[in-house]
Structures are given as C-alpha cells and as structure tokens.
C-alpha cells in the first residue's frame, strides 16, 4: 500500500496562486504517473495534471493549461503543482494520485485512468 501527505490546499481569492505538495510513500515503483485530479460538487471526477517517472513528461487538462505547472522530486517520490491565475471554477477537492504503466505508457494515457492509488484529498476553494 502507498501513503500520501497531502499539503497546500487553501481559500483564495480569484486570479491568486496556491502550491499543492504531495509526497508518496510505501512502494518502490519503476514506471508510473504521479499527479491530481479533482472532484467538486456536482461535477465529475477530472484528472487536473500528471508527470511521469520515465521521461519526465506531463499532462495538463484543457481547463488547466497555461496556468497549472507540475514539477516532481523523483528521489522523494514526490509531486507538486504550482496554480496560478485561479479561478472559481477551480475549486474542488484535489487529490494526489499514482497510476502505474510501462516503460512506453504516454503519461496522458496515464493520468485519466483510475489510478491505483490516491490520498485524501487537499480542499482548495477560489472564492472572493
């Protein structure tokens, strides 16, 4: 089993930033993606963004990119995302996940499949 200490999640006013931390712990694993996804109330699940541990690519959902920056201490077996220019839309409960693949999974491929394990989620809520 995989342990994870989620941080950063917060209330911020529209167009602030927030850092989501996550470090995970339990399991050696060689090929995987490591990121978040989000739920907010009445809304589906959405995979936010997710970097992977072969080739350090990432990927950012539409609604995310140009404002969202994932980055990743592989050594730490953590992952952190950098939000900018938040918006309300943004807020949900945001929940750090591990998805495992191959030497050769694309890490979008990666990201919108259920993950194998995910923490307890972190609340970020944009709102003035």
């Known amino acids: 089993q995989m342990h994870f200490v989620e941080s950063g999640g917060g209330l911020v006013q529209p167009g602030g930033s927030l850092r989501l931390s996550c470090a995970a712990e339990?399991?050696?694993?060689?090929?995987?993606?490591i990121g978040w996804s989000r739920q907010a109330p009445g809304k589906e699940h959405e995979a936010v963004s997710c970097?992977?541990?072969?080739?350090?690519?990432?990927y950012y959902a539409d609604s995310v990119k140009g404002r969202f920056t994932i980055s990743r201490n592989n050594a730490k077996m953590s992952v952190y995302l950098q939000m900018d220019s938040l918006k309300p839309d943004d807020t949900a409960v945001y929940y750090c996940?591990?998805?495992?693949?191959?030497?050769?999974?694309?890490?979008?491929?990666?990201?919108?499949?259920?993950?194998?394990?995910w923490g307890q989620g972190t609340q970020v809520t944009v709102s003035s």
């Open positions: 996940h591990v998805t495992l693949g191959g030497p050769h999974t694309l890490v979008q491929d990666m990201c919108v499949m259920t993950p194998d394990y």
């Open positions: 970097i992977s541990s072969v080739d350090d690519t990432s």
């Open positions: 339990g399991l050696i694993l060689d090929y995987y993606a």
